[in-house]
């Protein structure tokens, strides 16, 4: 079965300091790779996305991800974390050659930049 | 305003009642979802439709039933809701030949007494 895992609830970081949001994933197939940020009371805006090529993604406000194929993952990272980018992260994948319906969501890290 | 709309944005209603939720997209979007968001699952899927009268099921669809007569709009109705069904509703949308970037509307916080 395909999934998803963001192996943290929660991740803590000070202003300033580097931010890493983590994202493993379980696929039969090539994975198209997503992350998506939710402010509250909003819907999910997309961030960035890995469908080939380079392993490292840059997105929206500074963010970037690297895609490693050999760990299966794809951690999201920030170099200097801004109490603005304190939100809930989501991480998806979808399978590439399936049907749309195929997306799979993590279950979220809410990430808290502190002052 | 273009874009991706939901509506009603919160709805309380009891056990039993039929509940219809409205999401309605301008960009003229080939594929539409319905997601529910709970604490710990993140977004699951429930129904998903690929054009005008063609939906299929996603994970969750049980309770749940989907119409697309137009291709802007894409309402969600539960027929007899339930406690479990309180939730978080999302409707997202994806261009036919883009490269798979979900817009996602604003949500219905619905809650189920």
């Known amino acids: 079965a395909q999934s998803v895992a963001q192996p943290e609830d929660q991740v803590n970081v000070a202003e300033g300091n580097p931010l890493t949001v983590k994202c493993t994933y379980s696929?039969?197939?090539?994975?198209?790779l997503f992350w998506y940020v939710q402010y509250p009371n909003r819907g999910l805006q997309f961030l960035l996305k890995?469908?080939?090529?380079?392993?490292l993604v840059k997105g929206s406000y500074g963010f970037e991800a690297e895609f490693n194929k050999s760990q299966t993952s794809f951690h999201l990272k920030k170099p200097s974390a801004l109490v603005s980018d304190s939100a809930l992260y989501f991480c998806a994948v979808r399978v590439a050659g399936y049907n749309f319906n195929k997306f799979y969501f993590g279950s979220g890290t809410k990430l808290n930049v502190k002052p | 305003d273009a874009g991706i709309t939901q509506s009603p944005r919160y709805k309380i209603t009891e056990t039993g009642r039929q509940v219809t939720l409205m999401c309605h997209q301008t960009w003229s979007h080939s594929y539409m979802f319905w997601y529910r968001q709970d604490l710990g699952h993140g977004l699951r899927l429930i129904y998903y439709?690929?054009?005008?009268?063609?939906?299929d099921k996603g994970e969750v669809p049980d309770g749940y039933v989907v119409s697309r007569s137009k291709t802007e709009n894409f309402p969600l109705t539960l027929e007899s809701a339930t406690r479990s069904q309180t939730s978080v509703y999302f409707c997202a949308s994806i261009s036919r030949g883009s490269t798979d970037t979900q817009y996602f509307g604003p949500g219905t916080r619905l809650t189920v007494l």
């Open positions: 439709s690929a054009a005008a009268d063609i939906t």
């Open positions: 696929v039969s197939g090539n994975p198209y």
């Open positions: 890995y469908i080939t090529g380079d392993n």
